[in-house]
């Protein structure tokens, strides 16, 4: 058995609530993600000198998803709503048994 089928078979243990993932809100509807901490950034935007970006932030996550419980993959510019607050998805890709959802907003 090669680590790859232990990790597909594992996604279950990864996404319980009660180990690695938490309920969130995507959309109309509340599934368990993982969030991944060490990829959630915020940014001053490269163009925010001018007046109407000042102090206007770009703000990226990186969620892990159940494509099972996700019931689609998302489309790359599609416009999601996580725990109320609306994104654009970066891009979505599997990676082993789970999708890797990466998410853009602006902030302020």
Avoid: C
């Avoid at 090669?2 to 990790?7: E, G, I, M």
């Avoid at 690695?20 to 991944?36: C, E, G, K, V, Y």
Wanted: no cysteine; charged share 25%.
């Amino acid at each position: 058995m090669k680590l790859r089928d232990t990790f597909a078979s594992d996604v279950g243990t990864f996404m319980d609530t009660d180990e690695f993932a938490t309920p969130h809100q995507w959309n109309d509807r509340q599934i368990s993600l993982i969030m991944d901490h060490n990829m959630l950034k915020e940014h001053p935007m490269s163009y925010a000198h001018t007046s109407h970006t000042f102090g206007v932030s770009l703000s990226k996550k990186v969620v892990y998803a159940d494509p099972i419980e996700l019931g689609y993959k998302p489309e790359d510019g599609e416009e999601v709503r996580l725990d109320g607050k609306y994104y654009i998805v970066v891009s979505a890709e599997d990676e082993d048994g789970l999708l890797a959802i990466t998410l853009d907003a602006n902030t302020s």
